[in-house]
């Protein structure tokens, strides 16, 4: 803990794990570590920068990637209750995707609003005396791809939309649950898909 603008801010660093299965097959494994600063910029106002590097294999050897990405992420409490508080959230991130092939190396600029609830201490937690907290998002994001088919350069763009739960289950430990859509349209049809995603994990962070 530290201090900025004469007001509290946090320093927090996090590592993640995560294995995707689709069909039942397994479809790539990820391991990440973030490190982000949260600041007040205004009493009312909370800001939010990081920077995240992950290491992803795919079954598909060529897709397999090293991923850079950064971002910043503005929160407003809009509402408050028995129950919690109700805060919106807007923010920006730039990716870097670093493949073993041009054709999924890319950049990406995603723009995205969340409404997160967190809820009072015990309510919806595994923990009684700490905070579980309900998310719901929405996301656009456009991808340009470094390989030059003959067809022209590839171009993405991704809506998403998500639900998550999060609850703290022992110290820094949570459990979070997640499930999400995305459609994609894209230049070149065959990358052109719809995805529905359901994943559940732990998370460790200190």
Sequence with gaps: ???????????????????????????????????????????????????????????????????????????????????????????????????????????????????????RPGLLSFHRLRSATLSITGSFARSAYASEAVRGPRRDNRFSFGVRYETPVWRELSFELSIRHSSTLSTQSRFANQRSTVSASLLLRF
Aim: aromatic letters at 14%; zero cysteines; proline letters at 3%.
């Design 1 to 119: 803990m530290t201090r900025t603008f004469g007001r509290p801010a946090l320093l927090r660093f996090s590592y993640g794990f995560d294995q995707t299965f689709l069909g039942g097959d397994s479809f790539n494994t990820g391991h990440a570590f973030t490190a982000s600063f949260t600041f007040e910029p205004l009493s009312f106002l909370q800001a939010r920068s990081s920077y995240r590097i992950e290491a992803i294999s795919f079954s598909e050897g060529i897709r397999s990637a090293l991923r850079h990405s950064v971002g910043l992420e503005l929160a407003l409490p809009v509402a408050a209750g028995n129950w919690g508080l109700l805060t919106a959230r807007a923010g920006y991130r730039f990716r870097w995707n670093e493949a073993r092939t041009r054709e999924f190396t890319h950049h990406r600029h995603r723009v995205g609003m969340a409404l997160t609830a967190r809820l």
